[in-house]
């Protein structure tokens, strides 16, 4: 059964701060990982997509990578701003199934002026 | 291009009433997920459905719950006699056929 872990649950940092997002999975045979946005009682905003046969993805301040073979996805956001401040999720779909997506718990990220 | 929609965004009902959530899914997608949010959890996949069949429902209850996607309106998930565990935020996401799911804003679901 696959399982997404983020650690840490949150976190807190002053603006200008480069982070970086980590997500663990349990079985490397995916067929995709997503990395999502969540702000307080709204839905979610795909940020990135990676396919399995990609090692990373980039789109403005944002880069992704992917290793499967150690089961793990980090997200790396550049000149972290309050703006930024939200739950980002990793979710991954496995193969050869229905692309449901697995979630993990996410990550509350906090981005103080 | 409209995105997903999902309504009612909030609903009320008390224990043993039924609650319908919509979804209706961007312009050209025939796929639709459902997936529920539990406070503090993340998001758990429901069912998996296209154009009047299920595919897979796999994290479906195995009581109470139902999903359709009729060839025409919206897909609907139901719960009958809500209990209090069932509140919770339902989201609607929709493809059109692999890749990206695009998801709505959610119903969130609260039972008395």
């Known amino acids: 059964k696959q399982e997404v872990t983020q650690i840490p649950a949150a976190l807190s940092v002053p603006e200008g701060e480069n982070l970086v997002l980590n997500c663990s999975f349990t079985?490397?045979?995916?067929?995709?990982l997503q990395w999502f946005r969540q702000d307080p009682g709204k839905g979610l905003t795909s940020l990135l997509l990676?396919?399995?046969?990609?090692r990373e993805q980039t789109s403005g301040r944002l880069n992704a990578s992917l290793d499967k073979s150690s089961g793990r996805s980090t997200l790396y956001i550049a000149a972290s701003q309050p703006g930024d401040s939200a739950t980002y999720l990793c979710?991954?779909?496995?193969?050869?199934?229905?692309?449901?997506?697995?979630f993990g718990k996410g990550m509350k990220l906090t981005v103080n002026p | 291009n409209a995105g997903v929609m999902q309504n009612p965004r909030h609903l009320v009902r008390r224990r043993g009433q039924e609650a319908r959530l919509r979804c209706s899914p961007m312009?050209?997608?025939?796929?639709v997920y459902w997936y529920r949010q539990l406070p503090e959890e993340g998001l758990k996949f429901m069912v998996y459905?296209?154009?009047?069949?299920?595919?897979?429902e796999s994290g479906m209850p195995k009581e109470r719950f139902s999903a359709e996607f009729p060839k025409e309106g919206p897909s609907i998930l139901r719960i009958q006699q809500v209990v209090r565990g069932d509140s919770a935020a339902y989201f609607c996401?929709?493809?059109?056929?692999?890749?990206?799911?695009?998801f709505g804003p959610g119903t969130r679901l609260l039972v008395l």
């Open positions: 312009k050209g997608h025939s796929h």
């Open positions: 979710a991954l779909a496995t193969q050869g199934g229905s692309e449901k997506l697995v």
């Open positions: 996401a929709s493809s059109p056929g692999s890749e990206t799911q695009y």
């Open positions: 079985d490397s045979a995916i067929y995709n």
């Open positions: 459905l296209q154009k009047e069949n299920i595919i897979d």
């Open positions: 990676i396919q399995s046969s990609q």
